[in-house]
């Protein structure tokens, strides 16, 4: 299917999650993930009206940078490992997997302005997954004071892949949980009021549990 009738059906499901839960469909925005598929594939997703791309490798999103420029919101969604910091540092708007200090002391070097943030939540508890423990969170974000460079604008997690829908709903359930105790603290550089959870197989319950991006691939763009 095109990317445009894809996007239809997808904004279809977004407005009938939101009527369920009282949210407005405009505090959603859809990250189209583009790391299977073309730069043709690519480039069709943004002149369907996609704005907002993800990509997990620093290969594939210099790639696709190359190809659709500095006009869409870039998020770089996958492990970066510091060495490669300086390869995408000023190029992409939104990290979405901040989970070290070693890290965070690589963009503060290399940025030349404040990076947005999403800390990665391993919520599941999965051993195959990235991210801190719920407990770690707070104390992480304490210690990114020293790092100016760095704004914490929200939370990110991956629920596990299965088809056990109260398994899905309580981890993301519990990340929103997070983020609201986070906001209560009132840090500055963390304000904390976006939540990154949600994929093609579980946006729909990811948005009923207060998701603020959604990270779409398959759904969205297909695979190539």
């Known amino acids: 299917m095109s990317v445009s009738a894809n996007l239809a059906a997808i904004k279809k499901n977004i407005v009938e999650a939101c009527e ?46 190359e190809a659709l420029g500095s006009e869409p919101t870039w998020h770089f969604i996958g492990t970066l490992q510091s060495r490669k910091v300086k390869n995408v540092i000023d190029k992409i708007d939104y990290l979405h997997s901040l989970d070290r200090l070693s890290l965070a002391k690589e963009i503060q070097k290399r940025a030349t302005k404040p990076l947005k943030c999403f800390v990665q939540v391993n919520v599941s ?82 948005i009923e549990e207060g998701a603020t991006f959604i990270r779409l691939g398959t759904s969205l763009v297909g695979k190539e």
């Open 20 to 65: 369920r839960v009282g949210r407005n469909p405009a505090d959603i925005r859809i990250i189209a993930v583009t790391k299977y598929v073309s730069v043709e594939r690519a480039k069709e997703a943004y002149m369907a009206g996609i704005t907002h791309f993800g990509e997990n490798r620093d290969e594939g999103f210099l790639q696709k940078y």
């Open 125 to 206: 508890g999965e051993e195959s997954k990235h991210g801190l423990t719920p407990q770690e969170v707070i104390p992480f974000i304490e210690k990114l004071k020293e790092f100016p460079n760095i704004i914490v604008v929200g939370l990110m997690t991956m629920a596990p892949f299965t088809d056990n829908e109260q398994d899905i709903r309580r981890c993301f359930r519990e990340l929103k949980k997070l983020q609201e105790e986070i906001q209560t603290l009132h840090i500055p550089y963390a304000p904390c009021t976006e939540l990154s959870m949600g994929m093609s197989n579980d946006y729909i319950i990811a």
